[in-house]
């Protein structure tokens, strides 16, 4: 079976652009999460979705948004990028978020805005 | 609110010697807890779990982790590491009805020749 997915691995922008991330979930699975993950912050949450509706949400600006597609595929979009959004972001898909779900994850995008 | 402590930031320990990880949460209600393990460039993936039922809880690469409800601590513990277990490791718990997680800041585990 197939893993998590994402595309880019690695992706560099510049402050004020806009970025979509791209996440593959286990065939299967209907929940996608996303964390952010810094150095200084640590794993941050981000949003989940399930069957394309979000069901919950981290504290991040409105900049930050996402949708999951009918095939569980999900995206992440980050508007006016600004410097402090240079992180990795990781997805990770589970089958409906139970306790005995797990969270799969992918290898992560690590976004550098310049 | 329910928080998780790593309590420390690195551990650097010798190959072949045992290792403990400490993670404390806080909670006045049940927990479920979660050690997942993030090697250098890829993303988590998980190393073991208490839902319920026996304390003591094995997963894989030999690590197991013992759930103790009156010290509210669940540590990570390895007898003897091997150079492949450096990675970061983190403690989470599961938060309220939505099973949402809640993360500790990470523990990196350094092993030295």
């Known amino acids: 079976k197939a893993g998590v997915t994402q595309t880019p691995r690695y992706l560099i922008k510049t402050r004020g652009q806009q970025v979509t991330l791209s996440c593959s979930p286990i065939?299967?699975?209907?929940?996608v999460s996303w964390y952010q993950q810094t150095p200084g912050q640590g794993l941050q949450f981000l949003f989940e979705?399930?069957?394309?509706?979000?069901?919950n949400k981290g504290n991040f600006p409105g900049r930050f948004s996402g949708r999951q597609f009918s095939n569980s595929r999900s995206e992440m979009n980050v508007s006016t990028l600004e410097l402090g959004d240079s992180a990795l972001y990781l997805c990770?898909?589970?089958?409906?978020?139970?306790?005995?779900?797990?969270?799969?994850f992918g290898n992560g995008t690590r976004l550098t805005v310049t | 609110a329910q928080s998780v402590t790593q309590l420390d930031s690195q551990v650097p320990v010798f190959e072949e010697a045992p290792v403990e990880l400490r993670c404390n949460y806080s909670?006045?209600?049940?927990?479920?807890l979660f050690w997942y393990v993030q090697y250098p460039n890829q993303g988590l993936q998980l190393l073991l779990k208490y839902l319920s039922g026996s304390t003591l809880v094995k997963g894989i690469n030999g690590f197991e982790a013992e759930f103790n409800k009156s010290q509210t601590s669940f540590h990570l513990r390895k007898p003897s590491v091997h150079i492949s277990d450096t990675a970061e490791y983190f403690c989470a718990v599961i938060k309220g009805g939505n099973y949402q997680l809640i993360w500790g800041a990470g523990t990196k585990l350094i092993i030295k020749p």
């Open positions: 990770a898909s589970r089958t409906n978020g139970g306790l005995d779900s797990p969270l799969h």
């Open positions: 065939s299967g699975h209907r929940s």
């Open positions: 979705y399930f069957s394309e509706t979000q069901r």
């Open positions: 909670s006045s209600v049940s927990v479920y």
